[in-house]
């Protein structure tokens, strides 16, 4: 795919329109606006609308309206992923010829079976950064005509990394620049661990791709210099400067910022209406208190 590197800072601010935004992406849209504009540089938005069980049209509205209303502008047209599936499955078919992907059929009754078999026995499993069990990699050594006898089954699969193969095969160590962390402004490098992650997804027989896979591409396409998002995505980060290496794409610099969280001490969700800033505007309240409440302004 034709990568060009941008003559100018180009940020994004890239929801997904499955439910309303929340005073948390209030905050990741604002500092994406007002970054971008104090280094004279490009903010774009993009709509990551894959999943179309749970993407709605009217929540895409919705994001349109709550940012307008915040007074953000933003460059047009707006990238929308569900229109750009090729990109992806070509992204893909890349690593497929790498010999870097395998289908897998394991389902999460039978995942969570494999762990619990294995933790009876007093083994230890081991779990990503979020917390969740690894893939187990049953089907990772399959054959090619074992592959194709999978595919052939008709069982549901998903396109799994072989995040071993992966990894020896970026080969030296991979690091991001970071200013987000210490908040100083100042880029620090930061060393990725993306096997930690396991064999992460990226593609399933129900969805073109997965967030890893896409954001790298879409990030590359559009020229991405600098990716400004919450917390909860730094660990992520590893895995994505793998499929950079990988699929030789460019590395944005990472800014990731504190998140805003609930009465309750958890990070807001979309399912937490009262959050959202579609209320706040219902109860009278002005761009400027939102801006001042994510911002820590008063």
Not at 7 to 19: C, H, K, L, M, T
Not at 47 to 69: G, K, M, N, V
Request: aromatic fraction near 6%; charged fraction near 25%; include cysteine.
């Amino acid at each position: 795919m034709p990568i060009s590197r941008p003559e100018q800072p180009v940020f994004r601010f890239a929801p997904s329109p499955n439910g309303l935004l929340h005073l948390g992406h209030a905050l990741s849209a604002i500092l994406n606006h007002d970054m971008a504009a104090a280094m004279g540089g490009r903010f774009l938005l993009r709509i990551e609308d894959i999943d179309r069980t749970r993407c709605r049209p009217e929540f895409e509205a919705a994001i349109f309206e709550d940012l307008a209303w915040l007074g953000l502008d933003w460059e047009e047209p707006v990238r929308r992923q569900s229109e750009h599936l090729g990109v992806y499955a070509a992204a893909l078919e890349r690593l497929k010829a790498m010999g870097l992907v395998y289908p897998a059929v394991m389902t999460r009754g039978e995942i969570r079976a494999a762990v619990a078999a294995a933790e009876a026995k007093g083994q230890a499993w081991p779990r990503d950064p979020d917390g969740t069990p690894l893939y187990p990699g049953r089907e990772r050594g399959f054959t090619p005509d074992e592959q194709a006898a999978l595919l052939a089954s008709g069982r549901p699969y998903a396109w799994r990394l072989d995040m071993g193969e992966a990894v020896r095969c970026a080969g030296e160590p991979l690091t991001w620049r970071e200013t987000g962390v210490s908040q100083s402004g100042e880029a620090t490098s930061i060393v990725a661990d993306p096997a930690a992650w396991g064999d992460v997804i990226l593609s399933r027989s129900d969805a073109p791709s997965s967030y890893h896979l896409s954001v790298v591409v879409d990030d590359a396409l559009q020229g991405i210099t600098h990716v400004v998002r919450g917390r909860d995505l730094y660990h992520a980060t590893s895995v994505h400067r793998l499929l950079q290496r990988l699929l030789d794409l460019p590395q944005p610099v990472y800014h990731h910022h504190r998140l805003v969280l609930g009465p309750d001490g958890r990070k807001l969700s979309k399912s937490d209406s009262d959050t959202g800033i579609a209320a706040f505007r219902a109860a009278g309240h002005r761009p400027a208190d939102v801006r001042a409440m994510v911002l820590g302004e008063r």
